[in-house]
């Protein structure tokens, strides 16, 4: 797994994912993405791809935009502004603290 990049978290709890990003993982406009909490991070996936034990589900918006679920930033203590790295494989996104990310 390879770090991807980092981006800002936006005052509406919203995270853009870069186009080629989104070319792997096959999403496209109005797709599903799926999130499930894993202790400090969050795994996105398309929606079809793990749909019964996503914890929230999110639309990719024209911008490539994605609402991170309010509940699952308050579990992880992500705020508005924090950055979040991102990390890919074949079929998945994992999102973390940046901080957290650098530590590790």
Same mark, same amino acid.
């Given at each position: 797994?390879?770090?991807? =990049?980092?981006?800002?978290? /936006?005052?509406? @709890?919203? !995270?853009? !994912?870069? *186009? /080629?990003?989104?070319?792997?993982?096959?999403?496209?406009?109005? #797709? =599903?993405? =799926?999130?499930?909490?894993? /202790?400090?991070?969050?795994?996105?996936?398309?929606? &079809? #791809?793990?749909?019964? *034990? %996503?914890? %929230?589900? =999110? +639309?990719? *918006?024209?911008?490539?935009?994605? #609402?991170?679920?309010?509940?699952?930033?308050? +579990?992880? @203590?992500?705020?508005? +502004? /924090?950055?979040? %790295? !991102?990390?890919?494989?074949?079929?998945?996104?994992?999102?973390?603290?940046?901080? &957290? %990310?650098?530590?590790?």
């Amino acid at each position: 797994m390879e770090r991807y =990049s980092s981006r800002t978290v /936006d005052e509406l @709890g919203r !995270l853009v !994912l870069h *186009s /080629d990003l989104r070319q792997r993982l096959g999403l496209e406009t109005g #797709d =599903s993405v =799926s999130f499930t909490l894993v /202790d400090t991070i969050i795994i996105l996936q398309k929606a &079809e #791809d793990d749909l019964e *034990s %996503a914890c %929230a589900t =999110s +639309k990719v *918006s024209e911008l490539g935009m994605i #609402d991170l679920p309010v509940e699952q930033r308050r +579990k992880l @203590g992500w705020e508005t +502004k /924090d950055k979040v %790295a !991102l990390y890919h494989t074949d079929n998945m996104v994992i999102l973390k603290l940046a901080e &957290e %990310a650098l530590a590790a």
